[in-house]
């Protein structure tokens, strides 16, 4: 039978997406807009199924489940398909359809209205990727995250580290009020923090002491502001957990307070020491010196002393001379511990050819051969660096001197890619498991007392090389000399 006359047409220019399809489900007629949007020409689509431009998946979903209930009941409405315009464009619609139907009930003729709702979806699916990032966000935080009511302080949300921070279970502390919990150790806070939003309409990094499930203390910094949340107006807070730096902070200051106590005890120390040289170096002397006179004088008005008596005497003399040198020692040690380093570039090489040479005019006797690498500079303080040789270099020469043909030298090497310098002798030497001590102050090595010293030459050097950043250390065989190593820092 012919179609109805009575079934709906629609104009071909109406500014709407519609086509009408046969029994066989052919296109018949499609407006202008369907083939503006599609992108065809009448005759590329008059005649073909309306199920050719849809995507595979929106095919088998017409064909399957929409057009089986189409031909039942005669309409369908807000189906969503996705349809393919001619250059491949994949455009999301929704199709709206009613059918006529002959005599014999069978559907004749379909009429179908499309609307692009391409923008929409998109529009949808870029709100729905927002909400996922978000919400991944919000859990994953490693800031503790709280949605609550303004009203109330109703907890809508939290995130994974509230569980983790506060103790409490996120399931079972949502819907609860913040007081219930008792997460504010002073609930007097949450008022002054609501104060805070009233007046200036957020609050950013308010230092506030919270409570964990357990009763442990948490110090954080909260941040927030109000928001619409529901429909409801509610708080969108943030707890930074600063905990662990704020106890640092506190054992930091407590060390800067011990620090400064002890600082003040060295101040102390230094001007009871500074005290003490002033002691040695003016009121010892005083006596000394009178000892050594009155000496001096029973040798010239008692010429007829028996040797004996005279050798005493000498004994006496030489005794104070003695100490005399133990106190210039004593205080050149305390000079080297005070002095302010002025740092420069020195010439090491010309300082050891100074004191060798000082060492020769002293004892011009003494068959010694020196070699000294020439070229050898570096950054440090001229004064205690030459302290540093004197002690080294006097050293070789003193523990030297029973040999008849001494050899001294003075050079350099890398160690661990760092400038060495070494002070190398072929006298006595010593054993290396007792070079550690040697730094000591007034600590002598076995064996040395038949050599002049009062052990505080070498902890000069370590308190200097020290000072400058380096290190000293020995090596030694007995019999078979000593070498000296330090860098300068």
Known sequence: MPPNDSFPQLPEDAPVMFHSVDRNGKLVDVSNHWLRVLGYRRSEVIGRKSTEFLTEASRRYAEEIVLPGYFKSGFCTNIPYQMVTKGGTVLDVVLSATAERDDGGEVVRSLAVLTDVTERKRVERALHDAETVFSKAFRSSASVLLITTLADGRLIEANDAFERIFGHRRDAALGRQTAQLQIWENPGDRAGYLQLLQEKGEVRDLEVRFRSSSGAMIV??????????????CL?????????????????????????ARAYELELANEELEAFSYTVSHDLRKPLTAISGYCQLILDICPNLSEQCEDFVQEIMGGTIRMNQLIDTLLEYSRVTHYQLQRQTVDLSQLAAQVSLELEMAEPHRQVRFEIAQGLSDRGDPKLLRVVLENLLGNAWKYSAQRAQAVIEFGSLETDGKRTYFVRDNGVGFETASAAGMFTAFRRLPGAEQFNGFGIGLATVARIIKSHGGRVWAEGQPGQGAVFYFSVG
Not at 240 to 253: F, P
Request: charged share 35%; net charge negative; proline share 0%.
């Open 220 to 233: 954080g910094l909260l941040s927030g502001e109000i928001i619409e949340f529901n429909g409801e107006k």
């Open 236 to 260: 969108l807070s943030q707890i930074n957990d600063i905990t662990d730096r704020k106890r640092s902070a506190e054992e930091i200051e407590v060390l800067h307070t011990d620090l400064a």
